[in-house]
């Protein structure tokens, strides 16, 4: 599981237009007024600049990433209050949530598995914030007679193995707040929909380019022609890329002081 820079640069503007406000205001005053955040898999620091408008100075960030390179970006973005963490996710075990406030993570549910939720709700003592997780839903105007099948083998490769067992895919914000729930948490879910129009070619082109690569290791033969004529007609296209949030606040969050761990 990996992103370049260049991706994670052109995404970022969809993904803060995205982002649903009230859950972002919600977890900023789930954070205290003291917070330490451990954002997971931080990328370039996404997360860092989506929040701290919001958040209070001194608000300190423990930004954890296994690629030093973005690890670098985001420890920039977060400034005198960054403390980067060059780790592996799948090492929930490893993960420093010694005085977290808050846990945040940026379109990354989609990627994880059931087995690795599981063992992040059952250490985590403190409110979790995932934004931007892959819904399964795309819509494209105009409409094009390969969309439905494309949209159905792309999120059949979804669920395939991100480096954690079968990945939740398009299940991540339903899934995702189920095991949450199950784990103790009251859970809050929004809508953070990107909804792109012909201002957004160059990423409207990846991500097509994305898109037609995995509907065709998953077997669709049409998906090249598909993601050429998507891509000639990008700058006269809009489109809906199904995107969910969600915030989980523990049930008892009173008496257990500011350790994720409890």
């Known amino acids: 599981m990996g992103f370049t820079?260049?991706?994670?640069?052109?995404?970022?503007?969809?993904?803060?237009?995205?982002?649903?406000?009230?859950?972002?205001?919600?977890?900023?005053?789930?954070?205290?007024?003291s917070p330490v955040i451990l954002d997971l898999g931080c990328g370039t620091g996404s997360t860092v600049r989506?929040?701290?408008?919001?958040?209070?100075?001194?608000?300190r960030w423990r930004l954890v990433d296994?690629?030093?390179?973005?690890?670098?970006?985001?420890?920039?973005?977060?400034?005198d209050g960054g403390e980067a963490v060059l780790l592996d996710i799948t090492d929930i075990d490893a993960l420093p949530l010694h005085s977290v406030?808050?846990?945040?993570?940026?379109?990354?549910?989609?990627?994880v598995s059931a087995a690795w939720m599981r063992r992040l709700a059952d250490r985590l003592k403190v409110?979790?914030?995932?934004?931007?997780?892959?819904?399964?839903?795309?819509?494209?105007?105009?409409?094009?007679?390969?969309?439905?099948?494309?949209?159905?083998?792309?999120?059949?490769?979804?669920?395939?193995?991100?480096?954690?067992g079968p990945a939740l895919g398009p299940k991540a914000v339903t899934q995702g707040a189920e095991l949450l729930e199950a784990a103790g948490f009251d859970v809050a879910r929004a809508d953070s929909a990107w909804r792109l129009g012909?201002?957004?070619?160059?990423?409207?082109?990846?991500?097509?380019?994305?898109?037609a690569t995995a509907a065709r290791e998953s077997?669709?033969?049409?998906?090249?022609?598909?993601?050429?004529?998507?891509?000639?007609?990008?700058?006269?296209?809009?489109?809906?890329?199904?995107?969910?949030?969600?915030?989980?606040?523990?049930?008892v969050a009173a008496g257990r002081g500011a350790d994720a761990t409890g």
């Open 198 to 211: 012909a201002g957004d070619v160059a990423l409207q082109s990846a991500l097509v380019e994305g898109i």
């Open 127 to 164: 409110p979790f914030y995932a934004a931007l997780s892959y819904d399964g839903y795309m819509r494209w105007t105009p409409e094009l007679p390969e969309d439905a099948g494309v949209t159905r083998a792309f999120n059949a490769h979804q669920r395939g193995d991100k480096g954690m």
């Open 219 to 251: 077997g669709v033969e049409e998906a090249d022609g598909w993601g050429k004529a998507r891509c000639a007609a990008a700058a006269r296209t809009d489109c809906v890329i199904g995107h969910g949030d969600i915030l989980a606040v523990p049930h």
């Open 101 to 111: 406030t808050l846990v945040t993570a940026s379109a990354l549910l989609d990627l």
């Open 50 to 59: 989506a929040m701290r408008a919001h958040l209070p100075s001194g608000t």
């Open 66 to 79: 296994s690629d030093p390179v973005l690890l670098e970006h985001a420890t920039r973005a977060a400034g």
């Open 5 to 33: 820079s260049d991706w994670l640069a052109l995404r970022e503007p969809a993904d803060h237009a995205a982002r649903d406000a009230g859950l972002l205001q919600r977890a900023v005053r789930a954070a205290g007024p």
